[in-house]
């Protein structure tokens, strides 16, 4: 009976042994999980604020495709004045 007590008490021992593993594992993994929920939210930002930058920089480009056309209409006269060089 003495023995079989024993025995039974090291496989206790044990069994809390392994959760304690499983429980420092399970705070690791947690921890890393919201570490990358963090990236997630970062990278989120950094993509709407990327597509803001684009759709900028779309209509600048639109703008100055405007500006190619509508420059060879104009001439420079006097300096500074400008006149139309074809009537629209």
Not at 4 to 28: C, F, G, H, M, P
Not at 41 to 60: A, P
Request: no cysteine; proline share 2%; glycine share 4%.
């Amino acid at each position: 009976m003495g023995t079989q007590l024993i025995r039974r008490n090291d496989e206790v021992a044990l069994l809390y042994e392994k959760i304690k593993i499983q429980q420092s594992t399970l705070y690791k993994g947690e921890a890393q999980y919201g570490q990358r929920l963090e990236d997630i939210r970062v990278l989120k930002l950094e993509i709407r604020k990327l597509r803001r930058e684009r759709l900028l920089l779309q209509k600048s480009v639109a703008n100055v495709e405007d500006l190619k056309w509508v420059s060879p209409k104009f001439k420079r006269v006097e300096g500074s004045n400008l006149t139309l060089s074809h009537p629209f």
